[in-house]
Nanobody, 122 residues
């Protein structure tokens, strides 16, 4: 089973930047799709960005052009560089690992970190 630990959250003014990090356990990190989700108060958890095992990336429309996801398989780490932060980016950010299915019966497996809080002030 994968264990994920996020870091890098904090308080930042609108227009500022933060870099989140997520360190994953295990020896098959490179096979997993890694992503960042966020959950604001009173809102459902939403996908922010993901990066596949082949380094293909995908971003939510709300962050496209401002956020960049990357991974370093040698360090078992995924990053989220957040630039031009807005008030609406305030949320708890969660690291996600999605392990590919070996069989249909097994299916994909999702693993979650405990979250790191990002607060954007005016």
């Amino acid at each position: 089973q994968v264990q994920l630990v996020e870091s890098g959250g904090g308080l930042v003014q609108a227009g500022g930047s933060l870099r989140l990090s997520c360190v994953a356990s295990g020896n098959i990190f490179s096979r997993d799709r890694m992503g960042w989700y966020r959950q604001a108060p009173g809102k459902q958890r939403e996908l922010v960005a993901y990066i596949t095992s082949r380094f293909t990336t995908n971003y939510a429309d709300s962050v496209k052009g401002r956020f960049t996801i990357s991974r370093d398989n040698a360090k078992n780490t995924v990053y989220l560089q957040m630039n031009g932060l807005k008030l609406e980016d305030t949320a708890v950010y969660y690291c996600n690992a999605r392990r590919p299915a070996v069989t249909v019966e097994q299916g994909e497996m999702d693993y979650w970190g405990g979250g790191t809080l990002v607060t954007v002030s005016s």
